[in-house]
């Protein structure tokens, strides 16, 4: 059996400018609109404007030492980090949005679908093996932690029956279609009900919420505290991740710590 990382959106942000990503972005999302129909507002004038990514993009490289695209290199060389612990191959590189899997559909190779800036633990693909070893097992869900480098905390997330699978949190066989692979929250709160599943109630990824990451940029422009978060005392992995991820925090707010 075969597992592999199917990185759901990711760029390389090496060799991009910030108005190539905003074409992209407005090109494959339709624009701000998904985000101005849920009423999204920029934080330094909540009542007035809505979500506007392109103003938010241009004042970020403005008021930051670090431009946006080298941010988010440097967020993806830290999740990749944790991928490389793993020891996982990756199934294939795409950018755009949906993506598709065009790998090979088999029972046997199980696809682990995440976004370039999230990180597993190292001990996923052992868990994932035994927990796959039930042919009758299509989908397994784990729990997961948020890290949020905007407000300085942790959230933990445990999946039930009737919760929302988080986009880092589960895999499946490549044998399932694009539409069951690929992540969407009410799709994955529907599919996990018509499939053989199980839960494994162990936190095998990290999400973000960091400064250049969607939530982030919705809420841009924002003063936020640089700060060496507490680790989960639980938690076992990620210490050397999120050390990079303080440091590099510092490049883009210098003068906010604490």
């Not at 996982?88 to 949906?98: Q, T």
């Not at 709160?189 to 494994?200: A, S």
Request: some cysteine; aromatic content about 14%; charged content about 30%.
């Amino acid at each position: 059996m075969k597992i592999l990382i199917l990185p759901r959106v990711t760029e390389d942000w090496d060799n991009l400018d910030t108005q190539e990503y905003y074409k992209k972005w407005n090109d494959g999302r339709d624009g701000i609109d998904t985000y101005q129909q849920h009423g999204a507002l920029a934080w330094n004038d909540w009542d007035k404007h809505d979500f506007n990514l392109r103003f938010n993009l241009d004042l970020w490289n403005k008021k930051r030492k670090l431009p946006f695209v080298k941010y988010r290199a440097e967020i993806k060389r830290i999740a990749r980090k944790t991928w490389k612990k793993a020891n996982l191959e990756i199934a294939r590189v795409v950018s755009g949005w949906p993506p598709d899997y065009f790998g090979e559909r088999s029972d046997d190779i199980i696809l682990i679908p995440i976004d370039d800036d999230d990180w597993i633990a190292p001990t996923i693909k052992e868990e994932l093996l035994q927990a796959f070893s039930d042919p009758k097992i299509s989908l397994v869900i784990w729990d997961s932690w948020m890290l949020d480098t905007i407000n300085n905390k942790w959230e933990y997330n445990v999946p039930t029956i009737n919760s929302m699978i988080w986009s880092c949190a589960y895999a499946v066989r490549s044998s399932m279609s694009n539409a069951e692979i690929e992540h969407n929250h009410m799709l994955m709160d529907q599919f996990k009900h018509t499939v053989p599943y199980i839960f494994l109630h162990k936190p095998l990824s990290i999400y973000q919420a960091h400064p250049g990451s969607t939530c982030g940029m919705r809420i841009y422009p924002f003063e936020f505290k640089t700060k060496r978060i507490p680790h989960p005392p639980d938690l076992s992995w990620g210490h050397e991740e999120k050390e990079d991820l303080y440091k590099l925090n510092l490049k883009i707010n210098p003068h906010k710590i604490f």
